[in-house]
């Protein structure tokens, strides 16, 4: 794992971790990152391929707000998910079934 704090970094070696559980996935899948201090970056998961881009996606399934550090934190497993959710540190909004995908990619 990179020991990196930089959040598109992060996600990009978590998801690589995760390439066998991407064939779980169905259909188009849409993750928006933003953060005060980190670029925007979105996660786009179609049919059990993946590719991240840098900025904003026009219709994302969800978007997760939170802090760089948080972001990091979870990434490295230093935090559970549905902890720093339900404390207030995670805002969701959009299709917030779909955060147990992320959850399940990004934890394996």
Not at 23 to 40: A, M, R, T
Not at 59 to 83: C, E, R, Y
């Amino acid at each position: 794992m990179s020991t990196s704090n930089d959040p598109y970094a992060l996600i990009e070696a978590k998801v690589k971790e995760a390439e066998k559980l991407l064939s779980n996935v169905k259909g188009v899948k849409v993750f928006q990152f933003k953060g005060n201090d980190y670029e925007p970056f979105y996660v786009m998961v179609n049919n059990g391929s993946l590719t991240i881009n840098k900025g904003i996606h026009s219709n994302p399934t969800l978007t997760i707000q939170v802090s760089g550090d948080v972001l990091a934190k979870l990434l490295n497993g230093q935090m559970d998910p549905v902890q720093a959710y339900l404390s207030g540190l995670i805002r969701l909004s959009g299709d917030l079934m779909e955060a147990m995908t992320l959850v399940s990619l990004i934890t394996h």
